[in-house]
Nanobody, 122 residues
Framework: EVELAESGGGSVQGGGSLTLSCAPS?????????MGWFRQKPGKEREAVARIEREYDGGTTYGDSVKGRFTASKDIANNVLFLQMNDLTPADTGMYYC?????????????WGRGVQVTVSS
């Protein structure tokens, strides 16, 4: 059974930084698998923050609102997915979810974490 466990959320003032971690169990992170970070703001639909695809499929892409501020990365040795978030604003407040595909050709993400709250104050 695959489980994804996010950590690293919390409260921060605007302009601050946070690093989210996603530690899967039952799922091995490699350069060849596809994962993502998503968020859901209060009263809004879930949106993609970062999609981590294979390099020849485009590599990592970011949502327009986080480009240049957020960086997703894989620590393959320790089986952890990170999301480094810099220059945070109150608009970044929401629940953040880690997701993974069983196969990169899957239409959607097969596995989801329970999410972690990020709150940014002005």
């Amino acid at each position: 059974e695959v489980e994804l466990a996010e950590s690293g959320g919390g409260s921060v003032q605007g302009g601050g930084s946070l690093t989210l971690s996603c530690a899967p169990s039952g799922y091995r992170i490699t350069n060849g698998n596809c994962m993502g970070w998503f968020r859901q703001k209060p009263g809004k639909e879930r949106e993609a923050v970062a999609r981590i695809e294979r390099e020849y499929d485009g590599g990592t892409t970011y949502g327009d609102s986080v480009k240049g501020r957020f960086t997703a990365s894989k620590d393959i040795a320790n089986n952890v997915l990170f999301l480094q978030m810099n220059d945070l604003t109150p608009a970044d407040t929401g629940m953040y979810y880690c997701a993974a595909k069983a196969e990169c050709w899957s239409n959607g993400y097969n596995y989801w974490g329970r999410g972690v709250q990020v709150t940014v104050s002005s």
